[in-house]
């Protein structure tokens, strides 16, 4: 990773471990400089990137300030590392349903980009907050790309694992969302009445160089499940 | 605006108006720097915004890449530059259902850290895409901030009358949304059946400053919708 995007994760972390919320002031640029151990261009270029993404904002002559990162409770979609980082921490539990692998189907040859061929490994869980089952989650990848995956590691970060072991640092992801009335797998492993309505949540994980690695249906049972979108304009 | 939010801006523009495609390519940072008359420094700049935005990737040695931006019929949540920017042009009507002004609840003056006396503008109106109404949406807006408000100027594009009139450049907005039952008003203006779902966003409007002058709900209509986000890792 180029040490700006470093440095901006950094800030990222600093913000997080620091608990600091909306409209808090972060250090000066010289400061930060220090305190990061980079170049005051360095740190420039990182707040520019944290502004693009909608992590603090920038008020010339007055100063650098946060913005809402993780909001208790709610699922931040601009922060696609996982649910399990976008909620409060130990908030979520996994409970594994599933793990095989599988030949693709043709939906999944388009949503993957992959072979006819390839072996894909499929991934079904629930995942659990203090107030029940908010998502279950059927998620496909390509095990050209991950060698090895099971139920014990599926229970955990499956994004914390790629990294950790096979050094796979997601680039970018694409998510769209409708509300439609859960399907019969959903509406059981979401403790949901026949015909509720819920969010049916697709994710295509792409890598730096825009190969697809992970693509995942996710529905999100509606009473439990809050969301939330920073932006920025320009 | 900086220079280089300038030529970002520019470069999204390019990219909708050569209707550019997800992994199509852009071209070098040379001919950029000639074709938007740019320093290759501030091209560099405004291609890292660009990326930590979700709108290109780039990939080392290969080249930079277009990302999905706008998506036929969907809504794109980290584009919060109005519905109309969203959608594809010319399929947006907005039916004005009322301009007012009126005095702030307690809830309002939370939501828009005004004062209790301030006049706020009210802006109801229901928007329609070719299929039928799409999002009931209900605007406060500081009159403070924006002196005239009137039916003829609510049937446009609210957010291009602020830059057009007030000079009035959004810096950032805040989104959340929930999956809830409609209330009397939504469902009478999205043509739903009682007890029909949909999707309730809420939005707060940030100028640069991080002063917000908007405050919005919006009703989204369930079978209508669509939404994407597209996010960036690291």
């Not at 922060?79 to 399990?84: A, D, H, T, W």
């Not at 099971?150 to 050094?167: P, V």
Request: proline share 4%.
């Amino acid at each position: 990773m180029v040490k700006y995007k470093e440095i901006a994760h950094a800030i990222t972390q600093y913000i997080e471990d620091n608990d600091l919320k909306q409209h808090d002031k972060l250090p000066v640029i010289d400061a930060l400089a220090e305190q990061f151990k980079a170049s005051k261009s360095t740190i420039i270029k990182a707040l520019d990137i944290l502004e693009a993404k909608g992590q603090i904002y920038q008020v010339q002559g007055s100063g650098i300030f946060v913005r809402e990162l993780r909001l208790d409770g709610f699922v931040n979609l601009n922060r696609p590392n996982g649910l399990s980082q976008s909620l409060h921490k130990g908030d979520l539990i996994n409970k594994v349903i599933e793990v095989s692998i599988i030949k693709p189907t043709n939906e999944l040859i388009e949503q993957l980009a992959c072979e006819a061929n390839e072996d894909i490994y499929l991934v079904k869980r629930t995942r659990y907050t203090a107030n029940g089952p908010i998502a279950y989650e059927i998620s496909y990848y390509r095990k050209k790309l991950i060698k090895y995956m099971d139920k014990e590691i599926a229970s955990g970060s499956i994004f914390r694992y790629l990294r950790e072991h096979y050094n796979i640092d997601p680039g970018f992801s694409n998510a769209y969302f409708k509300i439609l009335p859960l399907d019969a797998e959903a509406t059981r492993y979401l403790e949901e009445t026949p015909g509720a309505y819920g969010m049916k949540l697709i994710n295509q994980f792409f890598l730096p160089n825009g190969t697809i690695f992970d693509y995942s249906i996710t529905w999100y049972q509606k009473d439990r499940s809050h969301f939330f979108v920073p932006s920025t304009f320009y």
